[in-house]
């Protein structure tokens, strides 16, 4: 079992998309009349879960969902797209048979992620209060400011954040990149505990 120390150590750009299906933009609203828009008394299935496309992500797939459980994920709604093997099979069997994954393949025309995404919250959008997009190399770390600046904050994971805003129809969290910090890649090891270096400020 990784340490939330090892585990928390990046920040990633993610959209979440409220199912409510009303998505804020300023002083804009954006609507999704091809979602049904949920019941304020509804009671979801999830209350946070994640949606991705992968590719040949075989590495790092078990560390990233074990990574997001950790921050309070409940549910994983994953799409393939054309990987070159099965083992993405035989990694995610425990957690589709434990319930916290669903395997589908994902739907392409010119692109992938949109198409797909747009099936994802279709087909299961009203299972869940919360959906992250993300992808399988970026990782959503829980952060809290006091009085002395952002921190790490993993006493309640993700969710007890997503509360403060249950009356908007979308979020958008910070993104931060972080580089090959100048080491080769290696299946081997976490990439929490490989990829520590990113740009300073403003670059």
Request: aromatic content about 12%; overall charge negative.
């Given at each position: 079992?990784?340490?939330?120390?090892?585990?928390?150590?990046?920040?990633?750009?993610?959209?979440?998309?409220?199912?409510?299906?009303?998505?804020?933009?300023?002083?804009?609203?954006?609507?999704?009349?091809?979602?049904?828009?949920?019941?304020?008394?509804?009671?979801?299935?999830?209350?946070?879960?994640?949606?991705?496309?992968?590719?040949?992500?075989?590495?790092?797939?078990?560390?990233?969902?074990?990574?997001?459980?950790?921050?309070?994920?409940?549910?994983?709604?994953?799409?393939n797209?054309?990987?070159?093997?099965?083992?993405?099979?035989?990694?995610?069997?425990?957690?589709?048979?434990?319930?916290i994954?669903?395997?589908?393949?994902?739907?392409?025309?010119?692109?992938?992620?949109?198409?797909?995404?747009?099936?994802?919250?279709?087909e299961?959008?009203?299972?869940?209060?919360?959906?992250?997009?993300?992808?399988?190399?970026?990782?959503?770390?829980p952060?809290?400011?006091?009085?002395?600046?952002p921190?790490?904050?993993?006493?309640?994971?993700?969710?007890?954040?997503?509360?403060?805003?249950?009356e908007?129809?979308?979020l958008?969290?910070?993104?931060?990149?972080?580089?090959?910090?100048?080491?080769?890649?290696?299946?081997?090891?976490?990439?929490?505990?490989?990829?520590?270096?990113?740009?300073?400020?403003g670059?």
């Amino acid at each position: 079992t990784m340490s939330n120390t090892a585990l928390c150590t990046s920040v990633v750009y993610f959209i979440m998309c409220y199912t409510f299906a009303q998505v804020h933009a300023e002083s804009k609203t954006l609507l999704r009349p091809d979602i049904p828009i949920s019941d304020s008394g509804k009671q979801h299935e999830f209350y946070l879960s994640v949606g991705a496309v992968f590719r040949d992500e075989n590495d790092f797939l078990a560390e990233w969902i074990e990574f997001h459980l950790c921050v309070g994920v409940q549910h994983f709604f994953l799409y393939n797209h054309f990987s070159k093997d099965d083992l993405h099979e035989e990694i995610l069997r425990p957690y589709i048979e434990s319930g916290i994954v669903t395997l589908e393949q994902a739907v392409c025309d010119v692109h992938c992620q949109v198409p797909t995404y747009d099936r994802c919250l279709k087909e299961h959008g009203n299972r869940t209060k919360w959906m992250a997009f993300i992808d399988v190399d970026e990782f959503l770390v829980p952060m809290t400011t006091n009085s002395s600046g952002p921190s790490e904050s993993n006493q309640h994971g993700v969710p007890s954040i997503l509360e403060d805003y249950e009356e908007f129809g979308g979020l958008v969290v910070h993104w931060l990149i972080f580089g090959s910090s100048g080491l080769a890649r290696d299946g081997h090891r976490l990439l929490l505990l490989l990829l520590l270096l990113r740009p300073g400020p403003g670059r």
